[in-house]
C-alpha cells in the first residue's frame, strides 16, 4: 500500500503541476454570489436578483429557510423573504456551499457513485457542524457550514485520477486509503486556488489531527468532532479513532461518548437539518 500510495501522490501532484489534472474551479453562481456579498455597497436585492438566475439554489434556499435548522417563525413563501431573514452573510455562504453540489458528478459509474457518496457524507457532516455551532459555541452556524462543505473538496481531484486508472477503480479499499491521506493537501490547492481565507484552509489541513491541543474552538475543531460524529460505525478510518484522545471534545463541552444522550441528540437534530441538502 505504501509503495501504491507514494506511486498515486508523486503521480497525481506532478499532474496537476502540469495541468494534465485540471483542479476544479468554483462554480460560476457561486463567484457571483462572492462578488455580490463581498461589495459593501450591494443590496439584497441585488443578490436576490443574482442568486434567482438558478432556479435550483433558489428553490433550495427557501427550503433551507422554512426547515427545522432555521425554524422559521412564518412560513417564507420567496427568495426576497429568504434573504431578508437570513441577511446576505448567511445567504451568501449558504448558496456558495450548496452551489458545490454540482461538482460532484463522474461519466463512469462507479466514480459518479463514489463522488455522490461524498457528497452526502459531507452534507451529513455541515449538518452535524451546524448543530454543534448552534448549540456549543458562538461561532456563526452558517460559517461552519461552508467550511464543512468545502472541507473535503481535494477528493475530486483524486477520483478524476482514478477514473482513468482500473487498478484504483477495482481497489476501493486502497483508494479509500489514498484519499484520506492526500485529500487535505489538495483541498487547500484548491481554497488557496478560489481565495478561500486562510482559515478555512485549515480546516481540511488540520481537521484529520485529532490529537491537536485546543485553546481556541474555531471552524477545524467542530469539523473534526462533527467528522468522528458522522463516521462513528461506518467503515471508515476515521471510525477507529478513540474519541478519548481528542481534546477538541472536552474544549466544546461534549462527553466524548459515541451511545451517549448528549451525541443521539446531535445526531437526532443534525439528520433534520440534512433533509434542506436533499
Known amino acids: 500500500m505504501s509503495k501504491l500510495l507514494d506511486t498515486v501522490r508523486t503521480e497525481i501532484f506532478q499532474a496537476i503541476e502540469t495541468d494534465q489534472l485540471t483542479l476544479p474551479t468554483l462554480p460560476e453562481v457561486a463567484l457571483?454570489?462572492?462578488?455580490?456579498?463581498?461589495?459593501?455597497e450591494a443590496s439584497i436585492s441585488e443578490l436576490v436578483k443574482v442568486i434567482s438566475q438558478d432556479a435550483a439554489l433558489t428553490a433550495?434556499?427557501?427550503k433551507v429557510t422554512n426547515s427545522p435548522l432555521l425554524r422559521a417563525p412564518q412560513e417564507v413563501k420567496d427568495l426576497s423573504m429568504a434573504v431578508s431573514r437570513l441577511g446576505m452573510n448567511y445567504t451568501a455562504n449558504l448558496a456558495i456551499g450548496l452551489a458545490m453540489e454540482q461538482m460532484f458528478q463522474a461519466t463512469s459509474d462507479i466514480i459518479d457513485q463514489r463522488m455522490r457518496a461524498t457528497w452526502s457524507s459531507t452534507t451529513q457532516i455541515a449538518s452535524i457542524s451546524h448543530v454543534l455551532a448552534q448549540k456549543f459555541t458562538r461561532i456563526p452556524a452558517d460559517e461552519v457550514t461552508l467550511c464543512a462543505l468545502v472541507h473535503k473538496l481535494g477528493v475530486l481531484p483524486i477520483l478524476t485520477f482514478a477514473e482513468e486508472r482500473d487498478d484504483l477503480i477495482r481497489d476501493g479499499i486502497s483508494l479509500d486509503k489514498i484519499i484520506?491521506?492526500?485529500?487535505?493537501?489538495?483541498?487547500?490547492?484548491?481554497?488557496?486556488k478560489w481565495d478561500f481565507p486562510e482559515a478555512v484552509q485549515d480546516v481540511a489541513k488540520s481537521y484529520q489531527n485529532f490529537k491537536a491541543p485546543v485553546s481556541t474552538v474555531g471552524y477545524t475543531e467542530i469539523i473534526r468532532l462533527a467528522s468522528l460524529i458522522h463516521y462513528y460505525g461506518q467503515k471508515n478510518l476515521l471510525a477507529r479513532v478513540d474519541w478519548k484522545i481528542v481534546p477538541a471534545f472536552t474544549a466544546i463541552g461534549i462527553e466524548p461518548d459515541p451511545e451517549s444522550?448528549?451525541?443521539?441528540?446531535?445526531?437526532?437534530e443534525a439528520q433534520q437539518a440534512q433533509e434542506v441538502f436533499v
Do not use: F, G, N
Not at 444522550?261 to 437526532?268: A, D, K, L, N, T
Open 32 to 40: 457571483k454570489v462572492r462578488e455580490k456579498a463581498e461589495d459593501p
Open 60 to 62: 433550495r434556499i427557501i
Open 180 to 192: 484520506t491521506i492526500l485529500h487535505p493537501d489538495i483541498t487547500v490547492m484548491i481554497l488557496k
Open 261 to 268: 444522550e448528549q451525541i443521539q441528540e446531535i445526531i437526532s
